[in-house]
């Protein structure tokens, strides 16, 4: 997968609307109703190596009824911020309704999850600190080519986000 060929340097990153590697990313690959399910759309703006390893950035598009399973990250803060639609965000056990212009804060070893619960398309921004999160998302995806409809989740999407996985939760 092309990653961002940046290196970090002094100054300002500018990465311009409508641009960054865009993926499309099985977000669901462990419950029974994965297979079939269908992909969403991730947008690069910035990457381990552009920021020197400080932030990652990556702006998503996720299907209505799509989302990750719970999970944790042990080694990272993550953040959201909506920008289209509306999200139920799972906090442990507490259910957070985001919807455009709301600002997610989970600090790193929360269990927590998003999914997309209108009718249509729902966008984020993701915000990863430290980055290399966003590693997974370059291992488990595919170029997305614009115009085209979400692709579903194979077999191999499985496959691949299973062999993955451990790297980036241990």
């Not at 002094?10 to 079939?36: F, K, M, N, R, Y």
């Not at 950035?57 to 803060?77: F, I, K, L, N």
């Not at 920008?83 to 929360?110: C, S, W």
């Not at 997974?136 to 996985?165: C, H, M, N, S």
């Amino acid at each position: 997968m092309t990653q961002i060929t940046g290196t970090r340097r002094d100054g300002v990153i500018h990465v311009p609307a409508g641009t960054g590697p865009s993926l499309w990313i099985p977000e669901d690959t462990q419950s029974e109703d994965a297979l079939g399910s269908v992909k969403a759309t991730y947008t690069v703006k910035v990457d381990s190596a552009t920021t020197g390893g400080t932030l990652s950035a990556v702006e998503a598009s996720v299907p209505p009824g799509s989302g990750p399973p719970p999970h944790a990250h042990d080694h990272a803060d993550e953040a959201y911020y909506i920008l289209e639609g509306t999200f139920e965000v799972l906090d442990g056990d507490r259910l957070i309704t985001a919807r455009p212009g709301d600002f997610i804060f989970i600090p790193r070893g929360t269990t927590h999850r998003f999914k997309n619960v209108g009718p249509d398309a729902a966008r984020m921004l993701f915000l990863f600190t430290p980055a290399g999160f966003e590693g997974l998302f370059y291992e488990i995806g595919e170029r997305a080519v614009p115009g085209q409809p979400w692709p579903r989740v194979t077999e191999k999407d499985v496959e691949r986000a299973g062999e993955a996985g451990p790297r980036y939760f241990p």
